[in-house]
C-alpha cells in the first residue's frame, strides 16, 4: 500500500503561534483527509483534500498532488488545538492509509 | 444528522473468549469501513463494505477476525478466541460511497486480559 509520512512527529507551541504540518505519500492519491484526535480519541474530520487548497477558519490545508505532499496550517494556536494530528491517504485501494501523526500541544 | 455510532464504548474481556462489536454508519452511507488503533501499529484497516459487494477482507489479521454487515446497514465486527494482542482501539468510519471522505465513529477500546 502507500506509504505515508507525517512531520515532525512532535510539536510544542505557545498559544497564540503559528504552526505547519506536513504530510507525504509515496504514490499518487485519490482521497487525502486530515484528521484531529481528541484526548477522547475521536476522529475529527478537518479537511478532505486530494488535491488544491481549503480553509476552515484558523485551519488551512494545501495538497499538491503532483508533489506528493499535504500540508496543513495552524494559526493563532490554542490549547484546544492539542491532540495528534493525521493524515491518510487512498490511491486507487478502498482503505486509507495513515500517517503515524504529529502530536501537538499548545501551551498557555 | 447522527454520526457514526459503536458499541460497546469500552469492552473488557479474558483471553479466549469472544467478542463483538457493533457499528452503526451515517444513514445512506453505502460504504462502511473498520480500523484498529494499537500503540504498536498506529491505525490499520481490517474491512471494507460496499453496498451488496463481497467485501475486502484483506486487512483482517487472522481466520479469529470476521465481520458481517446486515441490510447495508449495521456492522458486526467479531473476534473469537480473543488473544492479548487484539487489545486495540477498534473504529468504524463510513463514506457516502467508496471513494468518498470517511467519516469516523468514536470507537470500542477492547481490553483482553
Known amino acids: 500500500g502507500i506509504q505515508v509520512e507525517q512531520s515532525p512527529p512532535d510539536l510544542i507551541l505557545q498559544e497564540g503561534a503559528n504552526s505547519t504540518l506536513r504530510c507525504n505519500f509515496s504514490d499518487s492519491v485519490n482521497n487525502l483527509q486530515w484528521f484531529h484526535q481528541n484526548p477522547w480519541g475521536q476522529l475529527i474530520n478537518l479537511f478532505y483534500?486530494?488535491?488544491g487548497t481549503k480553509q476552515n477558519g484558523r485551519l488551512s490545508a494545501t495538497t499538491v498532488a503532483t508533489e506528493r505532499y499535504s500540508l496543513l496550517y495552524i494559526s493563532s494556536s490554542q490549547t484546544t488545538d492539542s491532540g495528534v494530528y493525521f493524515c491518510a491517504a487512498r490511491t486507487g485501494a478502498n482503505n486509507l492509509f495513515f500517517g503515524t501523526g504529529t502530536r501537538l500541544t499548545v501551551i498557555p | 444528522g447522527a454520526g457514526v455510532s459503536q458499541s460497546p464504548s469500552n469492552k473488557v474481556t479474558e483471553k479466549g473468549k469472544d467478542v463483538e462489536l457493533r457499528c452503526d454508519p451515517i444513514s445512506g452511507h453505502t460504504a462502511l469501513y473498520w480500523y484498529r488503533q494499537s500503540l504498536g501499529q498506529g491505525l490499520e484497516f481490517l474491512i471494507y463494505f460496499q453496498g451488496n459487494s463481497a467485501p475486502d477482507k484483506s486487512g483482517l489479521p487472522s481466520d479469529r477476525f470476521s465481520a458481517e454487515r446486515t441490510g447495508g446497514s449495521v456492522s458486526t465486527l467479531t473476534i473469537q478466541r480473543t488473544q492479548q494482542e487484539d487489545s486495540a482501539v477498534y473504529l468504524c468510519?463510513?463514506?457516502?460511497?467508496?471513494?468518498?471522505?470517511?467519516?469516523f465513529g468514536p470507537g470500542t477500546r477492547l481490553t483482553v486480559l
Open positions: 483534500i486530494p488535491s
Open positions: 468510519a463510513s463514506s457516502f460511497t467508496g471513494p468518498g471522505e470517511q467519516f
